[in-house]
Nanobody, 123 residues
């Protein structure tokens, strides 16, 4: 059972990136998926999450209106489209999975974690 986060990179302020979370060894259909980020010296914080039952979503206030989470069960992936990136969005981004129908906001409730992908926002 593995999660693989990818899509990070260096982008200028105002730019966009699309992160992807791919699962191997299990299907994401029945898992709530969350994206978290951790900047140096800071705690890991929740960015967005999506339910497995009806696709309902949650966004942290800091990213609302700029990020979009979506799932493609056929491809067994969950994506995070990030637009209008700011320097304060720079962090290592992690995806996580929890076998629940509703979205999960607390990181301690997730069972599986990907290894993280670095997002750097700089001019």
């Amino acid at each position: 059972v593995q999660l693989q986060a990818s899509g990070g990179g260096l982008v200028q302020p105002g730019g966009s990136l699309r992160l992807s979370c791919a699962a191997s060894g299990f299907t994401l259909d029945y898992y709530a998926i969350g994206w978290f980020r951790q900047a140096p010296g800071k705690e890991r914080e929740g960015v967005s999450c999506i339910s497995s039952s009806d696709g309902s979503t949650y966004y942290a206030d800091s990213v609302k209106g700029r990020f979009i989470i979506s799932r493609d069960n056929a491809k067994n992936t969950v994506s995070l489209q990030m637009s209008g990136l700011k320097p304060e969005d720079a962090a290592v981004y992690f995806c996580a999975a929890a076998p629940r129908p509703t979205y999960v906001r607390q990181r301690y409730d997730y069972d599986y974690w990907g290894q993280g992908t670095q997002v750097t926002v700089s001019s």
